[in-house]
């Protein structure tokens, strides 16, 4: 029955090798796959065919991974890793191929539901039912011998990991004067196919063990850790690998060593960077939300009773727990590759080489091989929340809010004049949130920038963030930032006319309202540092502040204190969350009691710029009951908060004070 195989009946010398390739092409299916396995263990035979198995044993994985494995250890490198390089750039090809089928589908779609009639003529192009729709289709069309049975295809990222595993056996058998141009071309190819919705778990972990083995081993075997999957590693007991046909034994020169170190090094930074940034539609959980976990680490009070941590769903949950783990990996890659902190901050804080651009031509030196910044800020970020969170001995850098951070979010932030910062990935926001807030906690401001200008365009960056951003807790996150950093500058006049210039100018409602939370934590801190038994008000601050004694009302009161008379219900309804953050300033205000009366709210009355018969707070009060006769307000929590502030801040008013200037 042997003999009447048809792999081995035709085996060559009896026909060429090319005659073969054509006799496997039409009779290879899974059950030839032990008969091939065997023939492949022929040198000669697999050097010659070897490169062109590939294609034909992707489309019978799993089955098929240890044919592939020998086509890697025995089939020739040179020709085998081009191959392979081939089929991933075919990974990345196949997303556009589906994304364009589902465009087309949506676009007949469109046109037969707009005129029923000419969609139904004939002649007219169709889209047949079962067309791919789905990005993890397979790139590889079956053999012809198993058309007959049906099988289920691999998944892309199964092919993928399959060729990944190739790569691992095939770069080290390359013995070349330069194998830094087959470690290049084999490194971009892999990377635009990982950033194709391949950045999941499994592929991730399937990549970083790549380079680990590029890398070497440099550090005792860490312990085994729970995965949903098993790596697709070199079993024991498999003979070595066939030696490089066309080896030149020439010995490779320093400069191409670390060439190839820095082609790892800036490899893993683009991994990490599409890792931590790819979209998991579903979860309430940005990547690493490495910021909300720090302010629960360094604010526990703040905590609020019964509510999940996110510290404590990073140690529960598996998949976070996971992802935890996959960022150690990388961190302990970036070692074994001396990729350290220091590197990390000087290619985040240092302007970008217009010579790093893009280009086909292969590098030539080490220089020219760029590192990815959001990777660097990420794998930098993981350096910190090891030490913070797993007590990890790590070396953490210096770091400084100015100029380090400043530098670093106007290198990754978009310009200011665009309008579109906070539209960043949320893991590049959440990572920028936790260093700044990191560096805040750990160093204070430090020595504030001579130019103000340095100083303001920061905090309008985090402020940003604060206003636009999508996600909700890194809003917040960004608020107390940027709150920190406006009141720690010791320059009370830079302080005030920053909060004027967000009332007057800033067009985010939400900016505003923040704002009037600044501003009324500056007239608290004035107050206190001038109050007669505080000891700890400096010389400079008990003789004049912005913000003592109303010295800021007069002037800033008509940026505040909007006239809500003059304003229609939608103006209104949008300035909810401003109002309510005025009438608690005005509450503030109340406490604020003076001997002679109330000289906060006087100075407020006496400096607003529109007429009216009443103060501020009745004209308030008869805006929300307008609001209540011509409305359903009472679906709107926020209405429902103004009117009882409203009262409580006439609770607080002598009868005397209420109802007229």
Partial sequence: MADENPLLKALPPEVDYLSYLTILEYNLNAKQLPVLHNILQDTTLTANIGWDLVHLLLPLLPESQACLRDVARLGNPREVVLKVTELLEALTTAVDVVEDNEDQEEVVKSSADDDQATASQPNEPSVEKNSPSQHDEPTVSPVRADQNEPREPPSRASQFRALVDMLAILHPRIKTKHPSRFLSTSLQSLLSAYATQLTGEDTTEAVLHLIKTFAGSRRPKLPPRRSGMQLLTQPRGTPDAAPDPEANHEPVAPEENDLQQRLLQSFLTFVVEGYLSCHRPGEGIVAMFWSSRLQEHLHPDKNIPGERLRCEAFEKDENLHRRDSILGQMLALARDLNLSPNDLVKTLVEPEDPTNEDSDELPSSASDVPLSRP??????????????????????PHLSVFPIFSSILTNLLS??????????????????????????ETSGLGKPPKDDTLFTNTLQRISFLSANTSRAPLRYNAHVLASCLLHAHPDDRLRYSIIKDTLEHCPYENLKASAIGWLKDEIVKAETLASPNSSSAPA??????????????SEIAPDVFLNPSEMPDENFMAHQAYFLAVLNLYYMLLVMKGPSGYPYIDTI??????????????????????FKEENAWEAEEGMRLMEGLIEMCHEKLEPSYRGYR
């Avoid at 310009?415 to 805040?440: K, Q, R």
């Avoid at 710029?609 to 308030?620: K, Q, V």
Wanted: glycine fraction near 8%.
């Fill in 540 to 553: 400079a601050e008990t003789k004049f502040n912005a913000f003592t004694k109303g010295n800021c009302l």
């Fill in 605 to 626: 009355d006496s400096g607003l710029d529109y007429e009216s018969n009443h103060d501020w707070l009745t004209d308030m009060e008869m805006r929300v009951k307008k």
């Fill in 375 to 396: 990777g660097c800020l990420y794998l930098l970020c993981a350096t910190i929340t090891s030490n913070i969170f797993f007590h990890a001995p790590s070396t953490i």
């Fill in 415 to 440: 310009e200011l004049s665009s309008g579109s910062i906070g539209t960043e990935c949320p893991s590049l926001i959440d990572s920028l949130l936790f260093l700044g807030t990191y560096i805040f």
